[in-house]
């Protein structure tokens, strides 16, 4: 399966500010990707922490790391060393929640939630699943499974006839090669989310075409 595999980077870990790929990296990216989905500026930052991040979040700079990453600061930045003064600078507001209750599917686990000065807010659940790479999880309450390893756009919309058939079109007349399309939805008639990773960088000209389709409600995207 695709992303599935261990390469001599996952070994030697990726380049960062420490002291742990898992804990720091991953948490830092983690963020950076929420920071990249999130239509808007944040003016605050809610984390809430499970299973070993709840446990070992202040010790292993967790909390740096992920303020670091809201800030739009990537793993290896020097900056995520005084995030917490880099929030105040910039007009972040931050807490932590530690959560040891709720059973989550992996250990490194954090609900990152923003939100703007007109109120807007977005959840987004990510697992930091070793040698710095992550996985997102959750958008709102739609359960979702990409890692942004690929150029990716991430489109909101209803769930209804000819929206995905309109997107790939688009894809298409931008000859753009798909590596993977997946949709997430709450339900039928609902709302969802079409995600897809590419082999080649997204434009802005793209991104604004898919959205002036009358069933989407936004379209995001993130380069790693």
């Given at each position: 399966?695709?992303?599935?595999?261990?390469?001599?980077?996952?070994?030697?870990?990726?380049?960062?500010?420490?002291?742990?790929?898992?804990?720091?990296?991953?948490?830092?990216?983690?963020?950076?990707?929420?920071?990249?989905?999130?239509?808007?500026?944040?003016?605050?930052?809610?984390?809430?922490?499970?299973?070993?991040?709840?446990?070992?979040?202040?010790?292993?700079?967790?909390?740096?790391?992920?303020?670091?990453?809201?800030?739009?600061?990537?793993?290896?930045?020097?900056?995520?060393?005084?995030?917490?003064?880099?929030?105040?600078?910039?007009?972040?507001?931050?807490?932590?929640?530690?959560?040891?209750?709720?059973?989550?599917?992996?250990?490194?686990?954090?609900?990152?939630?923003?939100?703007?000065?007109?109120?807007?807010?977005?959840?987004?659940?990510?697992?930091?699943?070793?040698?710095?790479?992550?996985?997102?999880?959750?958008?709102?309450?739609?359960?979702?499974d990409f890692t942004g390893e690929y150029s990716t756009m991430i489109v909101g919309h209803k769930d209804v006839t000819g929206t995905v058939a309109y997107i790939t079109k688009c894809l298409a007349e931008d000859k753009v090669n798909v590596a993977t399309l997946k949709l997430f939805r709450k339900g039928k008639g609902k709302d969802a989310f079409t995600v897809i990773e590419t082999d080649s960088f997204i434009?802005?000209?793209?991104?604004?075409?898919?959205?002036?389709?009358?069933?989407?409600?936004?379209?995001?995207?993130?380069?790693?």
């Amino acid at each position: 399966m695709a992303n599935n595999y261990i390469g001599i980077f996952d070994v030697i870990g990726p380049v960062m500010v420490g002291p742990s790929s898992s804990h720091t990296s991953g948490a830092a990216t983690i963020a950076w990707m929420a920071r990249q989905i999130f239509s808007g500026t944040p003016v605050k930052a809610t984390f809430t922490l499970y299973g070993s991040f709840a446990d070992t979040y202040k010790g292993h700079g967790t909390d740096r790391a992920l303020i670091g990453g809201m800030l739009g600061y990537k793993s290896d930045d020097l900056r995520i060393r005084n995030a917490y003064e880099e929030a105040r600078a910039n007009g972040l507001e931050v807490d932590f929640i530690v959560d040891r209750e709720t059973f989550v599917s992996h250990p490194n686990t954090v609900d990152v939630v923003m939100e703007a000065a007109d109120g807007h807010t977005l959840l987004i659940r990510g697992e930091s699943i070793g040698g710095g790479r992550v996985r997102i999880r959750r958008l709102n309450d739609i359960e979702v499974d990409f890692t942004g390893e690929y150029s990716t756009m991430i489109v909101g919309h209803k769930d209804v006839t000819g929206t995905v058939a309109y997107i790939t079109k688009c894809l298409a007349e931008d000859k753009v090669n798909v590596a993977t399309l997946k949709l997430f939805r709450k339900g039928k008639g609902k709302d969802a989310f079409t995600v897809i990773e590419t082999d080649s960088f997204i434009t802005d000209e793209l991104k604004n075409k898919v959205l002036q389709y009358k069933t989407v409600k936004s379209v995001d995207l993130i380069e790693l």
